[in-house]
């Protein structure tokens, strides 16, 4: 069982920055892919960027060149950093942790959200 601990987010201005942390309970997180998700109310969750347990990245095209998603095994910790944020960067932004399954990544555990919110 993992639990993952998001922190971070908050209110900033349009052009501003803020930067994520998810911590994770357990000793396996390094061999977890790490993934951050963003969901607007009424809305389905949408993928931001994730980390791949054997080192790599990938992100959404909405935030590339933008953010920045990084990891710490010997923290059991990940990050996002956010840069030149947008107001449609509004959301609540969850952390994920999973494996590859099939060629994709399926996620067994969420954290319980962070919510940003950028002003114009």
């Known amino acids: 069982q993992v639990q993952l601990v998001e922190s971070g987010g908050g209110l900033v201005q349009a052009g501003g920055s803020l930067r994520l942390s998810c911590a994770a309970s357990?000793?396996?997180?390094?061999?977890?892919?790490m993934a951050w998700f963003r969901q607007d109310p009424g809305k389905e969750r949408h993928f931001v960027a994730l980390s791949w347990s054997a080192g790599g990245t990938y992100y959404a095209d909405s935030v590339k060149g933008r953010f920045t998603i990084s990891r710490d095994n010997a923290k059991n910790t990940v990050y996002l950093e956010m840069n030149s944020l947008k107001p449609e960067d509004t959301a609540v932004y969850y952390c994920a942790a999973g494996r590859l399954r099939l060629g994709s990544p399926q996620y067994d555990y969420w954290g319980q959200g962070t919510q940003v919110t950028v002003s114009s």
């Open positions: 357990g000793r396996t997180f390094s061999t977890y892919v």
